[in-house]
Every structure is written in C-alpha cells, then in structure tokens.
C-alpha cells in the first residue's frame, strides 16, 4: 500500500494530483497504488468531494 495523505485535504490534493499527472482514470490509480478505492472516496466524502469520471478528479 501507497503512503498517502491521511489528511482529508492533503489526500484531495495529492490524488487530484495524481489523477491530473499519471492516471487516467480513479481505479487505475488504486490498482497502481494498492490503495482501496472506498478508502480514497470515503475520506473525501468526508469534505464534499465526489469522483467525476469525465474529468477525472475529486470536485
């Protein structure tokens, strides 16, 4: 597993990162990563942020 950000807005810039960078879709970051997709998603839940598929990022 990655070592991610556990910070709710740390993790939103990293990923958003992340996908924006090196990945073109959420689930192939998690396959890289080794991260849980409900991990990512469930935390930024936590401040509002949902997964848009078309433009690949938390908004």
Excluded: H, W
């Amino acid at each position: 597993m990655a070592n991610i950000p556990k910070d709710p807005v740390m993790l939103l810039s990293y990923i958003n990162t992340q996908l924006r960078d090196f990945y073109p879709s959420l689930n192939e970051l998690c396959l890289s990563l080794g991260i849980e997709e409900k991990e990512i998603t469930g935390s930024l839940a936590s401040i509002d942020y949902r997964y848009d598929k078309i433009k690949n990022q938390f908004l």
